[in-house]
């Protein structure tokens, strides 16, 4: 018992750790990946003792500048309220990471430890419930802030948050509908079989326009560009416009987690989690030719940093996108969320459903 | 006020292949720079740049032999300026920088001389208006160097004992005679 919880923590500390740090990395990340599209150099004078290391002390620089900035609630608005909503933005983003499996079952000492923090049997509905908490969050923001554009920021991120939850959900059923369980840990092990012995049987594969669908969704939620309508930083006013300090640090790290959590998500459901093609529990396998045997322990980590290196290659794509795309104007984004992505959505659920009963 | 439309064509309102054709522009780009970033981290390829920044103050681009940077006075071979307190250049200022105390000159072929002169670069548009101005070979702006930031006003207020010191840099001369040489009559009033 006591052992269980120690395995539990740990795996806490793992994931929550590779979270936090990823994130703090994208913050570098997305100035450095920035500065080389546009064939630029990028964030690199952070100094310390004459090493620079490519501007990797920036993030450190930046939490010790937010920390150290004046910390100020408007007077007028509601100083609990205030505080509670970039702690919700922050818990809503990193807490969808605990249904996500990161690896294959682990035997090891005659235990069998499931990599994955809670193998919750509503796992995806788990995932859209906190991605739709997330919006309390931006909304307490606008509204505590006692600022009418703050406000009008937090209401147009709502309704853009409502609009996308739709399309994102009915995105999602066609996995569900694919792989007959809504359990993240048996999607993934779904995604380990073959069609026709050597393609594998991958979410990208099994629903490719759902794929599309899901991820223009999961970025609407993220509320980067093309979709920052409710920030956007340079013209109209968002919705936290009010904060300072390490209150406005919370936020923005609270948006690169929840990218990584997109990525994870995206990971898992399209580009077969922990999955790699052709290797199995007994080691290398190419279907009908040969298997190679691999030790037990080596394939979990395979598979581990093969699920690491995914999630971080959805973050390099999602900066790819935030760095080519303009933003949409705000009907745009209405029409594009009411009349393309949930009809499309629908579309995808139909000819899901046909495919299924006829094969 | 005229809007000009643009009504998407089929292949366009569906987005996706638009956005790919930009993915693709931007991934591009992404991917030679890296290339060379790593090439030269491996010392590979230096000749080839991964990016067009300047490095601003370790590397510097050559400046224009025309580039107006912080003033100077041309000083005679006997070390004074060559100002004869005109006043020219002060009226000719757009912003009013430039303060000239006149002083009448022991040498009476010369007449005139500045008692104090003052140019306060706070206020300094860099137009270059005073080095066209000035009829004597005396005010120039080829120092090439930036105004350096100062702690009070006094810092940014540049005086004739500083200015006459001013060197211009190597090659972008502008002055008929170098600091402290030529004859005194190889300007252009014959003062």
Redesign the interface.
């Known amino acids: 018992m006591c052992l269980d919880v120690i395995i539990t923590l740990l795996k806490i500390a793992i994931v929550f750790g590779f979270v936090l740090n990823v994130a703090a990395i994208l913050s570098w990340a997305e100035r450095k990946q920035s500065a080389v599209m546009q064939d630029r150099i990028g964030a690199n004078r952070a100094d310390v003792l004459g090493f620079r290391i490519f501007g990797l002390f920036h993030p450190i620089a930046d939490t010790i500048k937010m920390l150290t900035k004046e910390d100020w609630v408007p007077p007028a608005g509601d100083a609990f309220i205030h505080t509670l909503a970039p702690f919700l933005a922050l818990f809503t983003a990193l807490v969808v990471f605990a249904v996500i499996p990161f690896g294959d079952t682990l035997h090891i000492a005659g235990r069998d430890i499931p990599l994955q923090i809670a193998d919750l049997n509503v796992g995806i509905l788990f995932i859209v419930a906190f991605g739709g908490l997330g919006f309390y969050s931006v909304v307490l923001a606008g509204w505590s802030s006692e600022n009418k554009y703050s406000l009008l920021g937090s209401i147009r991120a709502a309704a853009q948050l409502i609009s996308y939850e739709l399309a994102l959900g009915l995105s999602i059923v066609g996995v569900v509908m694919a792989y007959g369980s809504i359990e993240l840990d048996d999607i993934v092990r779904g995604q380990g079989q073959y069609v026709l012995g050597v393609i594998p049987y991958w979410g990208i594969v099994a629903q490719p326009l759902g794929f599309i669908l899901f991820f223009t969704a999961a970025m609407a939620e993220t509320k980067r560009v093309p979709f920052d309508l409710p920030e956007s930083e340079s013209e109209i006013i968002g919705y936290f416009t009010e904060y300072s300090g390490m209150k406005f640090g919370a936020f923005w790290m609270g948006e690169f987690i929840e990218v990584i959590s997109v990525a994870g998500v995206v990971t898992a459901l399209y580009f077969g989690g922990w999955q790699i093609p052709f290797l199995s529990n007994q080691g290398i396998f190419i279907p009908g030719l040969f298997t190679i045997p691999l030790p037990h322990l080596l394939v979990v980590l395979l598979q581990v940093s093969a699920f690491g290196l995914k999630v971080l290659f959805f973050c390099w794509f999602m900066l790819l996108v935030r760095w080519t795309l303009p933003r949409f104007r705000y009907d745009q984004l209405m029409a594009f969320g009411w009349k393309f992505m949930v009809p499309l959505a629908l579309v995808n659920i139909v000819v899901t459903g046909l495919i299924k009963y006829v094969f | 006020m005229k809007i000009v439309g643009h009504n998407l064509t089929t292949k366009e309102s569906f987005?996706?292949f638009e956005?790919a054709k930009?993915?693709w522009?931007?991934?591009r780009?992404?991917i030679y720079?890296?290339y060379f970033?790593i090439a030269h981290l491996l010392g590979k390829y230096p000749e080839v740049p991964?990016?067009?920044?300047v490095?601003y103050p370790e590397e510097k681009v050559p400046l224009s032999r025309r580039w107006r940077g912080r003033h100077r006075i041309n000083a005679r071979p006997d070390g004074s300026p060559r100002c004869v307190a005109c006043m020219l250049c002060e009226t000719v200022c757009p912003v009013q920088c430039i303060h000239i105390v006149a002083g009448e000159h022991p040498d009476p072929a010369i007449e005139k001389y500045p008692v104090s002169f003052e140019i306060d670069v706070t206020r300094c548009c860099w137009c270059g208006m005073c080095e066209e101005a000035c009829p004597v070979d005396a005010l120039y702006m080829d120092t090439g160097k930036s105004p350096e930031p100062g702690f009070s006003r006094e810092d940014l207020l540049y005086r004739k004992e500083q200015l006459v010191k001013e060197m211009p840099l190597p090659g972008c001369q502008r002055s008929l005679n170098a600091p402290g040489q030529g004859p005194m009559e190889a300007n252009p009033l014959g003062l």
């Open positions: 987005y996706f956005i930009g993915l522009i931007t991934s780009h992404f720079n890296m970033h991964a990016a067009v920044t490095q």
